[in-house]
């Protein structure tokens, strides 16, 4: 499990959550805060432009491209 995330690190990247983006995450439109907290954190990061996810429904509300995995690496 450690030598699987040590890998997974070694590619993607992790942003920051702060108490700015729990407060935008409570007031917001979303109706799963995890979701909230996972769009919002993204969007503060203009480098970000795709959230990739399995219940693409529940990021509808997103400024983003969603998408779940299957579709992201069909596109690449």
């Known amino acids: 499990m450690i030598a699987d995330l040590k890998l997974l690190l ?3 990247d992790i942003v920051e959550v702060n108490k700015e ?6 007031n917001s439109d979303f109706m799963d805060f995890e979701d909230a907290l996972q769009n919002l954190s ?10 990739i996810t399995r219940n693409i429904k529940d990021c509808r509300t997103s400024w ?13």
Request: aromatic share 6%; hydrophobic share 60%; net charge negative.
């Open 10 to 12: 070694s590619f993607i």
């Open 21 to 26: 983006i729990v407060l935008q995450a409570l």
């Open 42 to 51: 993204a969007v503060c990061h203009e480098e970000v432009k795709i959230i």
């Open 64 to 76: 983003l491209v969603i998408m779940t995995q299957e579709v992201y690496l069909i596109s690449r």
